[in-house]
């Protein structure tokens, strides 16, 4: 279990769409724009696990022409937003819009978000410590998952929100864009190589 929670620690800990979109949201808006926003991921997050201990997300990714839309989707939207994170001009945003994402938005970037299929169906599918009791490993897998699972965004959150408060430089605020741009294609460049590993595995 000890492994386990170290290996929840790691996955959800590592930066990936949902965590540096929370940051974008906390600088961009604020923090309790961001809790908003977060929420929203909560939600998505657990309606992915649900799909993956029902077998429901292997059965969709089973099938090659949607396994593709999904990701098409997800690198689309990351593409985008790396964009208006480069290109927000004089102040810290890793995000800009005119509205605020809310609950919405964190649900549906979970539900195209490739890591968040992946990292769940990795933690679900090992690290089996009751293997007598599988009611029991999955209603603590779940438990676990969310203690993590809560804090971590919260200090990526945080982390935003503070960004959102200070008074930078120009100079200062553009490089940190660039900084943030720089980190989320190295996501979506991840996230493709990876889909086009498995692609090239699968018989």
């Not at 961001?34 to 969709?60: D, E, P, S």
């Not at 509205?99 to 938005?105: I, Q």
Request: proline share 4%; no cysteine.
């Amino acid at each position: 279990m000890l492994t386990f929670a170290a290996a929840v620690l790691f996955l959800v800990g590592t930066p990936g769409p949902g965590v540096l979109s929370t940051a974008g949201v906390g600088a961009g808006f604020g923090f309790r724009a961001g809790l908003r926003y977060l929420t929203g991921l909560f939600i998505g997050t657990n309606l992915v696990l649900l799909a993956v201990i029902t077998g429901l997300a292997a059965l969709i990714l089973a099938v090659p022409s949607l396994r593709y839309l999904l990701m098409a989707a997800s690198l689309g939207y990351l593409i985008y937003l790396a964009a208006k994170i480069a290109f927000a001009g004089s102040r810290i945003a890793f995000i800009t819009a005119d509205r605020a994402p809310g609950t919405r938005s964190g649900i549906a970037l979970q539900l195209i978000n490739p890591k968040a299929y992946a990292v769940n169906t990795t933690l679900m599918a090992n690290f089996a410590y009751a293997p007598e009791n599988l009611m029991f490993e999955t209603a603590s897998k779940l438990l676990i998952m969310n203690l993590i699972w809560i804090p971590i965004h919260l200090v990526w959150l945080y982390a935003g929100a503070s960004l959102h408060r200070l008074n930078l430089s120009t100079r200062t605020q553009r490089r940190i864009n660039g900084v943030m741009a720089a980190a989320m294609l190295a996501v979506v460049i991840l996230a493709l190589v990876a889909n086009l590993n498995q692609s090239g595995a699968t018989p």
